[in-house]
């Protein structure tokens, strides 16, 4: 019954983890929007990386709120892209900072989002998984 | 931005947040005094939209005009989001979705501010 998997999907406790998605998919569009649009030639890397990580974001989000078959199974493929995602980006951004002259969401494992971006993902996966069946 | 209006937006908003741990930890839906809350901080946010273009369309400072403008639709469009994607949830997650939208308004505010304040004139 696809519509009751859609429903347990975006209800309750996914209604919120949707909620934050969303704000992680504004968030992270616009501004890698701005910086690719006003400075691109400052911090290419990262601002590919922000443009990277927005449309994962936005994938999740879109992906999460539908809740068919199929849309569940691109969101966790993006949930655990945005995983690796904020550990591979985290772990260079600490170890290379000359990369990153300028910050990106996954910067220092999202420390300038309260570490949300290194959470969300797990959390996402566990919902996925919680609603299955 | 020194002004009373984004401090006030940011007391009203952490306020209305608070109140909503009643209805969340009933489980029940926010009642008609909270939504008339909502209403007028989206009439004030509205109002810090315009007065934010005005002054940075009219300022000496430089200031990352893009980056200022987006916070400020930003903060606009979070809560009437929130507010239609809580509509039909039933359980208390419904309160949590505008408790959150209600904390990333202040957030925003405060980023607002530190645009305004890193750009010299």
Same mark, same amino acid.
């Given at each position: 019954?696809?519509?009751? /998997?859609?429903?347990?999907?975006?209800?309750?406790?996914?209604?919120? /983890?949707?909620?934050?998605?969303?704000?992680?998919?504004?968030?992270?569009?616009?501004?890698? +929007?701005?910086?690719?649009?006003?400075?691109?030639?400052?911090?290419? /890397? +990262?601002?590919?990386?922000?443009?990277?990580?927005?449309?994962?974001?936005?994938?999740?989000?879109?992906?999460?709120?539908?809740?068919?078959?199929?849309?569940?199974?691109?969101?966790?493929?993006?949930?655990?892209?945005?995983?690796?995602?904020?550990?591979?980006?985290?772990?260079?951004?600490?170890?290379?900072?000359?990369?990153?002259?300028?910050?990106?969401?996954?910067?220092?494992?999202?420390?300038?989002? /309260?570490?949300?971006?290194?959470?969300?993902?797990?959390?996402?996966?566990?919902?996925?998984?919680?609603?299955?069946? | 931005?020194?002004?009373?209006?984004?401090?006030?937006?940011?007391?009203? @908003?952490?306020? &209305? !947040?608070?109140?909503?741990?009643?209805?969340?930890? $009933?489980? $029940?839906?926010?009642?008609?005094?909270?939504?008339?809350?909502?209403?007028?901080?989206?009439?004030?946010?509205?109002?810090?939209?315009?007065?934010?273009?005005? *002054?940075?369309?009219? &300022?000496?400072?430089?200031?990352?005009? !893009? @980056?200022?403008?987006?916070?400020?639709?930003? &903060?606009?469009?979070?809560?009437? *989001?929130?507010? *239609?994607? !809580?509509?039909?949830? &039933?359980? $208390?997650?419904?309160?949590?979705?505008?408790?959150?939208?209600? *904390?990333?308004?202040?957030?925003?505010?405060? $980023?607002?501010?530190?645009?305004?304040? !890193?750009?010299?004139?």
């Amino acid at each position: 019954m696809p519509d009751d /998997l859609a429903t347990a999907t975006r209800s309750g406790p996914g209604r919120m /983890l949707v909620a934050v998605y969303a704000i992680f998919a504004l968030a992270a569009t616009a501004r890698s +929007a701005v910086q690719i649009a006003t400075r691109f030639e400052q911090a290419p /890397l +990262a601002y590919v990386l922000s443009a990277f990580a927005a449309l994962v974001y936005v994938l999740a989000t879109v992906c999460l709120a539908k809740g068919s078959a199929v849309s569940r199974r691109i969101a966790y493929a993006a949930c655990t892209i945005e995983f690796l995602g904020v550990l591979i980006v985290g772990a260079l951004s600490l170890l290379r900072p000359e990369w990153f002259p300028d910050a990106t969401v996954w910067s220092v494992f999202g420390r300038g989002y /309260l570490f949300i971006p290194v959470v969300l993902p797990l959390i996402g996966l566990y919902w996925l998984r919680r609603t299955a069946r | 931005m020194p002004a009373v209006l984004p401090e006030a937006l940011i007391v009203a @908003t952490l306020v &209305t !947040a608070a109140l909503l741990v009643g209805p969340l930890v $009933r489980a $029940r839906r926010p009642g008609g005094f909270l939504f008339s809350l909502f209403g007028l901080i989206e009439l004030g946010l509205l109002v810090l939209l315009v007065w934010g273009i005005v *002054l940075v369309a009219g &300022t000496e400072r430089d200031v990352d005009v !893009a @980056t200022f403008v987006g916070y400020l639709v930003g &903060t606009v469009a979070v809560l009437p *989001l929130a507010v *239609l994607w !809580a509509r039909n949830e &039933t359980s $208390r997650w419904g309160d949590a979705v505008l408790i959150v939208a209600l *904390l990333v308004i202040p957030v925003l505010i405060v $980023r607002l501010n530190q645009i305004w304040d !890193a750009a010299h004139a």
